[in-house]
């Protein structure tokens, strides 16, 4: 069954646009918030809906009218907040020049880690994140997120060790992580 409001989106009537945004704009601020984990501001996360619905709108002609919109806008969402992570990594200057084990994080490489830290437990992703791409050292994390110093340094090397097995099964070299 074709969905009329895909059909008007896809011709590009700006109505059908507004009502997919009023509609799905809390759901893809949701989707947006549970991705980054705590990570993001509220400015962020609305830039993250303000990018998902760009997407959406440039992508109208090519969405299938046969298809449910709210998994497409979910798929959409989740890649505005994974982009809007990296950017902040960029804005602190940490992805090309933190050390990691030996090795540096290469930017065409942060995809397929951001990808690696989405599997890892909400603790484990925090510390990893606000350490190599916030770069806060381990007792601001300790602090921030009220945690000992153990266990953030625990939690930093089991993400390590995590997404390094992730990494090596998709081909990359033990330096990188």
Known sequence: MRDRL??????????AFEQIMGKYSKYVFSIAKNHAKGLLTREDLEEVVEDTFVALWRARESINANQQLMPYIAAIAKNAAKNHL???GNATGTQQSRQVEGGYMRVETVSDILDAADKLGKKQYEVFIRY???GETLGEISEGMRLSDPDVRTSLH???ESIKVYLSERGYSDEIV
């Not at 895909?6 to 109505?15: A, E, H, P, Q």
Request: hydrophobic fraction near 35%; include cysteine; glycine fraction near 6%.
């Open 6 to 15: 895909i059909l008007k989106l896809n011709s590009g009537n700006v109505r």
């Open 86 to 88: 990296r950017c902040v």
């Open 132 to 134: 190599y791409f916030y």
């Open 158 to 160: 089991r993400a390590r």
